[in-house]
């Protein structure tokens, strides 16, 4: 009987090792071959980039579901920083994480960068949305990378976080500018 057990237990856990696995490929597979997610919105390009790096802005597209705040109102400019307070989920609230901006070039570029939270797990990432026009639309591509080179799987799995997260961030940010959503009032 206990190995009737033991080999259940041991085909459950084989199971959900192959499903992470399974899942954390076919999210990777979503990006483009460079780690960039690309989103075209049907805009122009100063509209798309008044809302990238606008604070109030910010809070109707950015982590949806979750609380964002920002120290001004306004254009952000570098040194300014935007916080989000994580729902919570199960019970459990997460740490809140602050991108702080790093770089904006008027029209063009608009960088954040996010120190880890957590004191035991340093990391740092840098995102970086770019507009540029396409006939009649905006492509804005997002670049989401570390600082330093990541080599462990759940490091590299925190990555693909932060590009899924971006990619929806990119789409709700289409939703609100193509005139599909309800905004989100700024806290």
């Known amino acids: 009987m206990w190995k009737w057990i033991g080999g259940i237990l041991l085909a459950v856990v084989v199971l959900v090792m192959g499903a992470a696995w399974w899942g954390f490929h076919k ?12 989103v ?15 604070a109030d802005s910010a809070a109707t597209w950015m982590a949806g579901g979750s609380t964002v705040y920002t120290g001004k109102h306004g254009t952000l400019v570098p040194g300014d920083s935007i916080r989000i307070s994580m729902r919570a989920v199960g019970g459990m609230s997460g740490r ?14 608009v960088v954040r960068q996010l120190d880890s939270p957590d004191p035991r797990h340093k990391f740092t990432v840098v995102r970086r ?3 540029a026009q396409v006939g009649d639309s905006t492509v804005v591509i997002s670049k989401t990378a570390p600082s330093t080179a990541l080599t462990e799987t759940s490091a590299q799995m925190v990555l693909s976080m932060f590009r899924v997260q971006s990619k929806l961030e990119l789409l709700s940010l289409k939703a609100r500018l193509e005139g599909r959503s309800r905004s989100r009032p700024i806290r």
Do not use: M
Request: no cysteine.
């Open 96 to 109: 809140p994480v602050t991108w702080k901006i790093a770089e904006v070039v008027p029209g063009q570029v």
């Open 129 to 131: 949305d770019s507009v």
């Open 40 to 54: 075209t919105i049907a805009a122009t390009p100063a509209r798309v980039f008044s809302s990238l790096s606008d």
């Open 27 to 38: 999210i990777s597979s979503g990006f483009e071959p460079d780690g960039s997610v690309k």
